[in-house]
Protein backbone atom coordinates (compact mmCIF):
# COMPACT_ATOMS: atom_id res chain seq x y z
CA UNK A 1 0.00 0.00 0.00
CA UNK A 2 3.08 2.01 0.87
CA UNK A 3 4.10 1.90 -2.70
CA UNK A 4 1.17 2.35 -4.46
CA UNK A 5 0.37 5.96 -2.26
CA UNK A 6 4.17 6.68 -3.09
CA UNK A 7 3.28 5.91 -6.59
CA UNK A 8 -0.26 7.26 -6.98
CA UNK A 9 1.04 10.74 -5.01
CA UNK A 10 4.43 11.70 -7.31
CA UNK A 11 2.84 11.11 -10.17
CA UNK A 12 0.35 13.45 -9.47
CA UNK A 13 2.90 15.94 -8.68
CA UNK A 14 4.97 14.63 -11.34
CA UNK A 15 8.31 14.12 -9.71
CA UNK A 16 7.37 11.62 -7.21
CA UNK A 17 10.08 8.85 -6.98
CA UNK A 18 9.35 9.42 -2.76
CA UNK A 19 12.56 10.99 -2.13
CA UNK A 20 13.36 11.34 1.32
CA UNK A 21 14.18 14.95 1.44
CA UNK A 22 10.67 16.68 1.51
CA UNK A 23 12.14 20.33 0.76
CA UNK A 24 13.96 19.26 -2.59
CA UNK A 25 10.70 17.55 -3.73
CA UNK A 26 8.63 20.53 -2.79
CA UNK A 27 11.16 22.65 -4.86
CA UNK A 28 11.16 20.80 -7.73
CA UNK A 29 7.32 19.73 -7.55
CA UNK A 30 6.41 23.54 -7.63
CA UNK A 31 8.57 24.41 -10.45
CA UNK A 32 7.12 21.58 -12.80
CA UNK A 33 3.57 23.03 -12.18
CA UNK A 34 4.52 26.34 -12.62
CA UNK A 35 6.09 25.77 -15.68
CA UNK A 36 3.41 23.60 -16.78
CA UNK A 37 1.08 26.11 -15.83
CA UNK A 38 2.58 28.96 -17.72
CA UNK A 39 2.47 26.54 -20.99
CA UNK A 40 -1.05 25.86 -20.11
CA UNK A 41 -1.68 29.89 -20.48
CA UNK A 42 0.09 29.92 -24.13
CA UNK A 43 -3.18 27.78 -25.49
CA UNK A 44 -5.43 30.62 -23.73
CA UNK A 45 -3.51 33.33 -26.38
CA UNK A 46 -4.21 31.31 -29.14
CA UNK A 47 -7.09 32.95 -31.26
CA UNK A 48 -10.09 31.47 -32.05
CA UNK A 49 -10.57 29.95 -35.37
CA UNK A 50 -12.88 27.73 -36.80
CA UNK A 51 -11.14 27.22 -39.18
CA UNK A 52 -7.78 27.03 -37.79
CA UNK A 53 -7.29 24.34 -35.60
CA UNK A 54 -3.39 24.51 -34.08
CA UNK A 55 -2.32 21.11 -34.72
CA UNK A 56 2.06 21.78 -34.92
CA UNK A 57 4.55 23.81 -35.19
CA UNK A 58 7.77 23.60 -37.49
CA UNK A 59 10.72 25.47 -36.29
CA UNK A 60 12.46 25.13 -39.67
CA UNK A 61 9.82 26.77 -40.96
CA UNK A 62 8.94 29.15 -38.33
CA UNK A 63 5.03 28.28 -39.06
CA UNK A 64 2.73 27.22 -37.01
CA UNK A 65 0.33 24.34 -38.96
CA UNK A 66 -3.81 24.87 -38.60
CA UNK A 67 -6.11 23.02 -39.57
CA UNK A 68 -9.95 22.71 -40.64
CA UNK A 69 -12.45 20.42 -38.47
CA UNK A 70 -11.88 17.55 -41.32
CA UNK A 71 -8.66 16.87 -39.98
CA UNK A 72 -8.14 13.74 -37.66
CA UNK A 73 -6.52 15.68 -34.94
CA UNK A 74 -9.38 19.12 -35.03
CA UNK A 75 -10.96 17.79 -31.76
CA UNK A 76 -7.04 17.73 -29.26
CA UNK A 77 -6.89 21.46 -29.16
CA UNK A 78 -10.75 21.74 -27.82
CA UNK A 79 -9.83 18.31 -25.91
CA UNK A 80 -6.41 20.35 -24.58
CA UNK A 81 -8.34 23.04 -22.88
CA UNK A 82 -10.97 21.00 -21.38
CA UNK A 83 -8.39 18.64 -20.24
CA UNK A 84 -6.49 21.39 -18.35
CA UNK A 85 -9.96 22.96 -16.88
CA UNK A 86 -10.42 19.37 -15.36
CA UNK A 87 -7.08 19.69 -14.15
CA UNK A 88 -6.88 23.08 -12.85
CA UNK A 89 -10.32 23.93 -12.22
CA UNK A 90 -9.72 27.57 -14.18
CA UNK A 91 -13.00 28.31 -15.42
CA UNK A 92 -11.43 30.35 -18.48
CA UNK A 93 -9.97 27.21 -20.16
CA UNK A 94 -14.04 25.93 -19.79
CA UNK A 95 -15.45 28.64 -21.61
CA UNK A 96 -12.55 28.50 -24.48
CA UNK A 97 -13.38 24.40 -25.11
CA UNK A 98 -16.77 25.06 -25.19
CA UNK A 99 -16.50 27.64 -27.97
CA UNK A 100 -13.66 25.56 -29.65
CA UNK A 101 -16.10 22.04 -29.42
CA UNK A 102 -18.84 23.52 -31.24
CA UNK A 103 -16.73 24.19 -34.02
CA UNK A 104 -16.12 20.48 -34.45
CA UNK A 105 -19.76 19.49 -34.26
CA UNK A 106 -20.10 19.62 -38.43
CA UNK A 107 -18.00 16.44 -38.44
CA UNK A 108 -20.70 14.02 -36.96
CA UNK A 109 -21.54 13.94 -40.58
CA UNK A 110 -18.22 13.37 -41.93
CA UNK A 111 -18.40 9.66 -43.58
CA UNK A 112 -15.72 9.89 -45.36
CA UNK A 113 -13.24 9.02 -42.07
CA UNK A 114 -13.04 6.33 -39.50
CA UNK A 115 -11.24 9.24 -37.05
CA UNK A 116 -14.76 10.00 -36.04
CA UNK A 117 -13.70 9.08 -32.28
CA UNK A 118 -10.61 10.97 -31.98
CA UNK A 119 -12.82 13.99 -33.31
CA UNK A 120 -15.33 13.71 -31.17
CA UNK A 121 -14.31 11.98 -28.13
CA UNK A 122 -11.48 14.70 -27.83
CA UNK A 123 -13.59 17.62 -27.93
CA UNK A 124 -17.24 16.12 -26.96
CA UNK A 125 -16.34 13.48 -24.79
CA UNK A 126 -14.75 15.22 -22.90
CA UNK A 127 -17.08 18.28 -22.80
CA UNK A 128 -19.87 15.55 -21.48
CA UNK A 129 -17.74 15.35 -18.00
CA UNK A 130 -19.09 18.94 -17.23
CA UNK A 131 -20.87 20.81 -19.89
CA UNK A 132 -24.67 21.63 -18.56
CA UNK A 133 -26.16 20.35 -21.63
CA UNK A 134 -25.61 17.00 -21.56
CA UNK A 135 -28.15 16.19 -24.22
CA UNK A 136 -26.81 18.01 -26.79
CA UNK A 137 -23.39 16.59 -25.96
CA UNK A 138 -24.66 13.21 -26.30
CA UNK A 139 -26.10 13.50 -29.50
CA UNK A 140 -23.33 14.52 -31.28
CA UNK A 141 -21.55 11.68 -30.46
CA UNK A 142 -24.77 9.02 -31.26
CA UNK A 143 -25.01 10.94 -34.85
CA UNK A 144 -21.21 10.54 -34.99
CA UNK A 145 -21.48 7.17 -34.05
CA UNK A 146 -24.03 7.08 -36.60
CA UNK A 147 -21.89 7.96 -39.27
CA UNK A 148 -19.15 6.21 -38.34
CA UNK A 149 -20.86 2.77 -38.29
CA UNK A 150 -21.22 3.48 -42.31
CA UNK A 151 -17.81 2.50 -42.92
CA UNK A 152 -18.63 -0.98 -40.91
CA UNK A 153 -18.42 -4.02 -43.38
CA UNK A 154 -20.24 -6.74 -41.78
CA UNK A 155 -18.49 -9.64 -43.73
CA UNK A 156 -14.99 -8.34 -43.30
CA UNK A 157 -15.79 -7.59 -39.70
CA UNK A 158 -13.88 -4.18 -40.09
CA UNK A 159 -14.68 -0.60 -40.55
CA UNK A 160 -12.79 0.67 -43.01
CA UNK A 161 -10.18 3.22 -42.41
CA UNK A 162 -9.08 5.04 -45.44
CA UNK A 163 -10.42 6.09 -48.50
CA UNK A 164 -7.14 7.24 -50.54
CA UNK A 165 -4.98 4.99 -52.38
CA UNK A 166 -7.75 3.70 -54.00
CA UNK A 167 -5.76 2.58 -56.92
CA UNK A 168 -3.84 0.15 -54.71
CA UNK A 169 -5.84 -0.78 -51.67
CA UNK A 170 -9.12 -2.50 -51.23
CA UNK A 171 -10.11 -1.97 -47.73
CA UNK A 172 -7.51 -0.65 -45.12
CA UNK A 173 -7.65 -0.79 -41.59
CA UNK A 174 -5.21 0.82 -39.41
CA UNK A 175 -3.89 -0.47 -35.74
CA UNK A 176 -5.44 3.08 -34.93
CA UNK A 177 -8.71 2.51 -36.13
CA UNK A 178 -8.97 0.42 -32.69
CA UNK A 179 -8.66 4.25 -30.92
CA UNK A 180 -12.10 5.29 -32.35
CA UNK A 181 -14.16 2.32 -31.29
CA UNK A 182 -14.75 4.01 -27.95
CA UNK A 183 -17.14 6.24 -30.09
CA UNK A 184 -19.32 3.55 -30.74
CA UNK A 185 -18.91 2.06 -27.13
CA UNK A 186 -20.11 4.77 -26.19
CA UNK A 187 -22.99 5.93 -28.66
CA UNK A 188 -24.32 2.42 -26.93
CA UNK A 189 -23.73 3.06 -23.13
CA UNK A 190 -25.99 6.61 -24.24
CA UNK A 191 -28.76 5.13 -26.58
CA UNK A 192 -28.87 1.53 -25.44
CA UNK A 193 -28.87 0.66 -28.62
CA UNK A 194 -26.26 -2.07 -28.96
CA UNK A 195 -25.63 -2.05 -32.45
CA UNK A 196 -22.46 0.38 -32.16
CA UNK A 197 -20.66 -1.80 -29.12
CA UNK A 198 -21.56 -5.15 -31.57
CA UNK A 199 -19.81 -3.66 -34.27
CA UNK A 200 -16.41 -2.32 -32.00
CA UNK A 201 -16.18 -6.01 -30.79
CA UNK A 202 -16.74 -7.33 -34.05
CA UNK A 203 -13.53 -4.74 -35.53
CA UNK A 204 -12.07 -5.38 -32.54
CA UNK A 205 -11.64 -9.36 -32.73
CA UNK A 206 -10.70 -8.61 -36.53
CA UNK A 207 -7.93 -6.79 -35.36
CA UNK A 208 -7.31 -9.21 -32.82
CA UNK A 209 -6.57 -11.95 -35.19
CA UNK A 210 -5.42 -10.33 -38.65
CA UNK A 211 -2.59 -7.24 -37.27
CA UNK A 212 -0.38 -8.96 -34.57
CA UNK A 213 2.54 -10.34 -34.95
CA UNK A 214 4.44 -13.39 -33.00
CA UNK A 215 6.66 -10.86 -30.94
CA UNK A 216 3.79 -8.89 -29.87
CA UNK A 217 4.00 -6.26 -32.31
CA UNK A 218 1.44 -5.20 -34.22
CA UNK A 219 1.02 -4.43 -37.87
CA UNK A 220 0.18 -0.96 -38.78
CA UNK A 221 -2.18 -1.25 -42.12
CA UNK A 222 -3.72 -5.04 -43.37
CA UNK A 223 -5.74 -4.33 -46.36
CA UNK A 224 -8.76 -6.62 -47.43
CA UNK A 225 -10.18 -7.92 -50.37
CA UNK A 226 -13.55 -6.69 -50.89
CA UNK A 227 -14.74 -9.65 -52.68
CA UNK A 228 -13.84 -12.45 -50.87
CA UNK A 229 -13.54 -10.43 -47.72
CA UNK A 230 -10.15 -12.20 -46.45
CA UNK A 231 -6.71 -9.98 -46.14
CA UNK A 232 -4.77 -9.41 -49.14
CA UNK A 233 -1.81 -7.74 -47.68
CA UNK A 234 -0.07 -6.44 -44.62
CA UNK A 235 2.06 -3.47 -44.34
CA UNK A 236 2.73 0.11 -43.11
CA UNK A 237 2.12 3.51 -44.28
CA UNK A 238 3.76 5.52 -41.48
CA UNK A 239 6.31 3.51 -40.41
CA UNK A 240 10.01 3.12 -41.56
CA UNK A 241 9.47 -0.57 -43.12
CA UNK A 242 6.59 -2.81 -43.86
CA UNK A 243 7.78 -5.31 -41.20
CA UNK A 244 9.18 -3.18 -39.07
CA UNK A 245 7.44 -1.57 -35.35
CA UNK A 246 6.14 2.10 -36.07
CA UNK A 247 5.89 3.38 -32.63
CA UNK A 248 2.71 5.22 -31.85
CA UNK A 249 1.11 2.37 -33.81
CA UNK A 250 2.38 -0.06 -31.30
CA UNK A 251 1.15 2.66 -28.54
CA UNK A 252 -2.42 3.02 -29.94
CA UNK A 253 -3.09 -0.87 -30.31
CA UNK A 254 -2.27 -1.05 -26.42
CA UNK A 255 -4.66 1.96 -25.47
CA UNK A 256 -7.31 0.74 -27.85
CA UNK A 257 -7.08 -2.59 -26.59
CA UNK A 258 -7.06 -1.57 -22.57
CA UNK A 259 -10.43 0.67 -23.80
CA UNK A 260 -12.23 -2.50 -25.87
CA UNK A 261 -11.20 -4.28 -21.95
CA UNK A 262 -12.65 -1.64 -20.03
CA UNK A 263 -16.34 -2.11 -22.13
CA UNK A 264 -16.33 -5.51 -22.61
CA UNK A 265 -14.61 -7.35 -19.68
CA UNK A 266 -13.19 -9.80 -22.42
CA UNK A 267 -9.62 -11.06 -21.18
CA UNK A 268 -8.59 -11.43 -24.81
CA UNK A 269 -8.51 -7.73 -25.18
CA UNK A 270 -6.14 -6.88 -21.92
CA UNK A 271 -4.07 -10.00 -23.18
CA UNK A 272 -3.44 -8.25 -26.22
CA UNK A 273 -3.08 -4.64 -24.55
CA UNK A 274 -0.33 -6.40 -22.24
CA UNK A 275 1.59 -8.33 -24.75
CA UNK A 276 1.98 -5.37 -26.62
CA UNK A 277 2.69 -3.22 -24.15
CA UNK A 278 5.09 -5.78 -23.03
CA UNK A 279 7.17 -5.36 -26.44
CA UNK A 280 7.19 -1.65 -25.87
CA UNK A 281 8.08 -1.17 -22.49
CA UNK A 282 10.61 -3.65 -22.28
CA UNK A 283 11.73 -3.04 -26.13
CA UNK A 284 15.78 -3.29 -25.85
CA UNK A 285 15.68 -0.21 -28.22
CA UNK A 286 13.67 1.74 -25.66
CA UNK A 287 15.90 4.49 -24.46
CA UNK A 288 16.22 4.21 -20.41
CA UNK A 289 14.54 7.90 -20.43
CA UNK A 290 11.45 5.59 -21.78
CA UNK A 291 10.66 7.99 -24.92
CA UNK A 292 10.55 5.60 -27.44
CA UNK A 293 12.71 6.35 -30.85
CA UNK A 294 9.75 7.24 -33.70
CA UNK A 295 10.21 3.68 -35.02
CA UNK A 296 11.81 0.51 -32.96
CA UNK A 297 13.19 -0.70 -35.90
CA UNK A 298 14.68 2.68 -37.52
CA UNK A 299 18.60 1.91 -38.55
CA UNK A 300 19.82 5.59 -37.31
CA UNK A 301 18.75 4.28 -33.52
CA UNK A 302 20.47 5.05 -31.50
CA UNK A 303 20.67 8.65 -33.21
CA UNK A 304 17.06 8.26 -34.72
CA UNK A 305 14.37 10.86 -33.89
CA UNK A 306 11.90 10.20 -30.24
CA UNK A 307 8.24 10.17 -30.59
CA UNK A 308 6.79 11.57 -27.22
CA UNK A 309 3.24 10.72 -28.71
CA UNK A 310 3.80 7.32 -28.69
CA UNK A 311 5.22 7.29 -25.10
CA UNK A 312 2.61 9.48 -23.68
CA UNK A 313 -0.50 7.58 -25.47
CA UNK A 314 1.45 4.43 -23.49
CA UNK A 315 1.88 5.88 -20.36
CA UNK A 316 -1.66 6.70 -20.43
CA UNK A 317 -2.75 2.99 -21.77
CA UNK A 318 -0.45 1.67 -18.91
CA UNK A 319 -2.20 3.68 -16.15
CA UNK A 320 -5.53 2.31 -17.02
CA UNK A 321 -4.07 -1.07 -17.93
CA UNK A 322 -2.30 -1.78 -13.95
CA UNK A 323 -5.76 -0.90 -12.58
CA UNK A 324 -6.80 -4.16 -14.47
CA UNK A 325 -4.04 -6.43 -13.19
CA UNK A 326 -1.77 -8.03 -10.34
CA UNK A 327 0.37 -6.54 -7.65
CA UNK A 328 3.51 -7.57 -9.54
CA UNK A 329 2.24 -6.48 -12.96
CA UNK A 330 0.76 -3.52 -11.48
CA UNK A 331 4.60 -2.50 -10.24
CA UNK A 332 6.41 -3.47 -13.27
CA UNK A 333 4.20 -0.99 -15.81
CA UNK A 334 3.78 1.56 -13.01
CA UNK A 335 7.89 1.96 -12.90
CA UNK A 336 7.75 2.17 -16.47
CA UNK A 337 4.91 5.50 -16.27
CA UNK A 338 6.68 6.95 -13.57
CA UNK A 339 10.10 6.99 -15.76
CA UNK A 340 8.95 8.60 -19.10
CA UNK A 341 6.19 11.32 -17.34
CA UNK A 342 9.17 11.87 -15.18
CA UNK A 343 11.26 12.73 -17.87
CA UNK A 344 9.10 13.75 -20.28
CA UNK A 345 8.26 16.89 -17.82
CA UNK A 346 12.09 17.34 -17.05
CA UNK A 347 13.41 17.20 -20.80
CA UNK A 348 10.22 17.54 -23.30
CA UNK A 349 8.39 21.17 -21.71
CA UNK A 350 8.74 23.97 -24.28
CA UNK A 351 10.74 26.72 -23.00
CA UNK A 352 7.98 29.60 -21.84
CA UNK A 353 9.49 31.82 -24.46
CA UNK A 354 8.02 29.61 -27.66
CA UNK A 355 4.80 31.35 -27.98
CA UNK A 356 2.93 28.46 -29.44
CA UNK A 357 -0.34 26.56 -28.09
CA UNK A 358 1.63 23.41 -27.33
CA UNK A 359 3.11 22.09 -24.38
CA UNK A 360 5.41 19.23 -25.40
CA UNK A 361 8.71 19.10 -27.80
CA UNK A 362 10.28 16.17 -29.55
CA UNK A 363 6.92 14.21 -30.98
CA UNK A 364 6.96 12.62 -34.55
CA UNK A 365 4.12 13.27 -36.76
CA UNK A 366 4.14 11.34 -40.25
CA UNK A 367 7.03 9.64 -42.23
CA UNK A 368 4.98 9.22 -45.31
CA UNK A 369 4.77 12.46 -45.76
CA UNK A 370 8.31 13.54 -44.39
CA UNK A 371 5.94 16.11 -42.21
CA UNK A 372 5.74 17.16 -38.53
CA UNK A 373 9.39 15.24 -37.72
CA UNK A 374 10.25 16.11 -34.48
CA UNK A 375 8.01 18.89 -33.65
CA UNK A 376 5.14 19.90 -31.11
CA UNK A 377 1.97 18.40 -32.08
CA UNK A 378 -1.54 18.96 -30.31
CA UNK A 379 -1.61 14.96 -29.85
CA UNK A 380 0.96 14.59 -27.68
CA UNK A 381 -0.16 17.15 -25.49
CA UNK A 382 -3.49 15.65 -25.16
CA UNK A 383 -2.16 11.80 -24.08
CA UNK A 384 0.24 14.09 -21.89
CA UNK A 385 -2.64 15.61 -19.98
CA UNK A 386 -5.16 12.85 -20.31
CA UNK A 387 -2.13 10.93 -18.34
CA UNK A 388 -2.05 13.35 -15.53
CA UNK A 389 -5.94 13.67 -15.35
CA UNK A 390 -5.49 9.72 -14.90
CA UNK A 391 -3.23 9.36 -12.56
CA UNK A 392 -4.97 12.43 -10.05
CA UNK A 393 -8.42 10.58 -10.63
CA UNK A 394 -6.59 8.06 -9.40
CA UNK A 395 -5.02 9.73 -6.41
CA UNK A 396 -8.93 11.14 -5.57
N1 LIG B 1 -3.72 8.27 -36.63
C1 LIG B 1 -2.67 8.89 -37.27
C2 LIG B 1 -1.38 8.91 -36.54
O1 LIG B 1 -1.24 8.34 -35.50
O2 LIG B 1 -0.47 9.51 -37.06
Not at 348 to 368: A, C, K, R, T, V
Amino acid sequence: MIKINCFILGFTLIFLSCKSNNDKKDESELYVNNILHQRYEKLLDYPLDSLGFPRSFSRNKNTLKKVTSKDWTSGFFPGNLWQIYHLTGNKKYRKLAEKWTAFVEKEKFNGGTHDMGFKLLSSYGNGLKSVKNKKKYQDVIVKGAQTLSTRFDENIGSIRSWDFNIDIWQFPVIIDNMMNLELLFEATKITGDSTYHKIAVKHANTTLKNHFRDDGSTWHVVDYDTITKKVRTKFTHQGIADNSAWARGQAWAVHGYTMAYRYTKDVKYLNRAKRTAHFFINHKDLPEDGIAYWDFNDPKIPHASRDVSASVIIASALVELYGYTSQEEYLNYSKKVINSIKNISNTYILPQDENIPFILDHNYGDWSKRAEMDEPIVYGDYYFLQTLLRLKKLQS
